[in-house]
């Protein structure tokens, strides 16, 4: 069983920075892989940061320089720093997880609103 909380998020001036939090709560037997996705108002979700299989990250072009995913193995949690936020940044921000054993669709987090304005 898998169970994804996540924790963080918010409004934050332009510039500033945000962490999010999200930690497998269940018990899926195995290692996950993990990672974010975000929908801004109006469009269709997509990859922000994720781990391959091997445990390389891979950014979306523009959080590139910006973003950084980190994890702990140990806890099945997974980190987004996001530094130098810009507008275009708002979107709610869902964990994903994934189990490497199967072609199984992907677990979610409940989603997180980040608001960057001025």
């Known amino acids: 069983q898998v169970q994804l909380v996540q924790s963080g998020g918010g409004s934050v001036q332009p510039g500033g920075s945000l962490r999010l939090t999200c930690t497998d709560s269940?018990?899926?037997?195995?290692?996950?892989?993990m990672g974010w996705d975000r929908q801004a108002p109006g469009k269709e979700r997509g990859l922000v940061a994720t781990?391959?299989?091997?445990?390389?990250?891979i950014y979306a072009d523009d959080v590139k320089g910006r973003f950084t995913i980190s994890r702990d193995l140990t806890q099945n949690t997974v980190y987004l720093q996001m530094n130098n936020l810009k507008p275009e940044d708002t979107a709610v921000y869902y964990c994903r997880a994934m189990r490497p054993s199967t072609v199984a669709p992907p677990y979610w987090g409940q989603g997180t609103q980040v608001t960057v304005s001025s």
């Open positions: 781990f391959t299989v091997p445990g390389i990250p």
């Open positions: 269940g018990t899926a037997g195995e290692p996950l892989v």
